[in-house]
């Protein structure tokens, strides 16, 4: 007598859905898809053919220990040197090269705010197809001795701990981690209130959020972070508290274990 063989219980872990979503893939094919923000499961759930029950939250687990022993090593010698001949304040920004991470957004506020800030700065740490497009707006724009391309930043909390301000001007992100990376270490941020960005960050209490895209809404919240240091500084102790709170790695290895016995283990 021969039984019938079970297929294994499947699941998955979707950080970004581009188009539209098939229903098949998430009702039949996995069991389970984990996506990093409520905001991303309401997308994913405007196709009504998709089961709620297959969709679950997990919010990623960050190890603290790591983020800070890298946060006390040494930045790459051409960065360190760059900072150094390039004193001032110092916007921060890790993000692969991609049009939706928003430097173009950076790159024009931020020539608006030299006016303003005249020893301003803006690392754009991360590689990508816009390397050349951005050096070039870097040039275009009269940038050079604000805006440094640094390339891929090993160790890049070492980075957010030299920053004035990290920001997240992207125009849109499923969760995003520079934010919430440099919140845990204290660092302030500003960020777009896009996608789940709004799930790691309480406007005005943790950090300031800013629409997307909307340059001139950039100029005017960075002009009043650079201003205020002391109120930014207290929304970051806050988001700090939050951070090291809400993304321990140990509520997400529980959370991931708990949906898995509820969905894929038979009693």
């Not at 890790?94 to 020893?119: I, T, Y």
């Not at 845990?184 to 895209?213: C, D, F, M, Q, Y």
Request: hydrophobic share 45%; aromatic share 6%; proline share 7%.
């Amino acid at each position: 007598m021969h039984r019938k063989r079970q297929r294994p219980c499947l699941i998955r872990m979707r950080t970004y859905q581009p188009g539209i979503p098939h229903a098949w893939t998430y009702n039949r094919l996995f069991d389970l898809t984990f996506v990093p923000s409520a905001e991303m499961r309401r997308q994913l759930l405007a196709n009504p053919r998709i089961r709620p029950d297959r969709i679950r939250v997990l919010y990623p687990g960050f190890l603290f220990e790591q983020i800070d022993r890298d946060a006390a090593t040494i930045l790459p010698p051409h960065l360190s040197a760059w900072l150094d001949q390039h004193p001032g304040p110092l916007l921060v920004h890790a993000a692969m090269l991609r049009a939706e991470k928003g430097h173009d957004v950076l790159l024009a506020a931020l020539a608006q705010l030299v006016k303003k800030f005249p020893s301003l700065r803006y690392v754009i740490a991360g590689e990508g197809e816009r390397r050349e497009v951005l050096t070039r707006a870097i040039a275009t724009q009269g940038l050079v001795e604000h805006a440094y391309l640094a390339g891929l930043v090993p160790h890049i909390a070492a980075l957010y701990q030299r920053a004035t301000l990290v920001v997240q001007p992207s125009l849109y992100e499923p969760l995003g981690m520079s934010q919430s990376e440099a919140l845990s270490l204290g660092i302030p941020v500003v960020a777009s209130r896009t996608g789940g960005i709004p799930e790691t960050i309480t406007h005005e209490h943790t950090g300031l959020l800013v629409a997307p895209g909307d340059v001139s809404a950039w100029v005017t919240t960075l002009t009043w972070a650079l201003e205020h240091p002391h109120e930014m500084k207290q929304m970051a102790s806050h988001g700090h508290d939050f951070v090291r709170t809400q993304f321990l790695m140990s509520k997400n290895i529980e959370a991931l274990l708990t949906a898995i016995t509820s969905s894929c283990v038979k009693t």
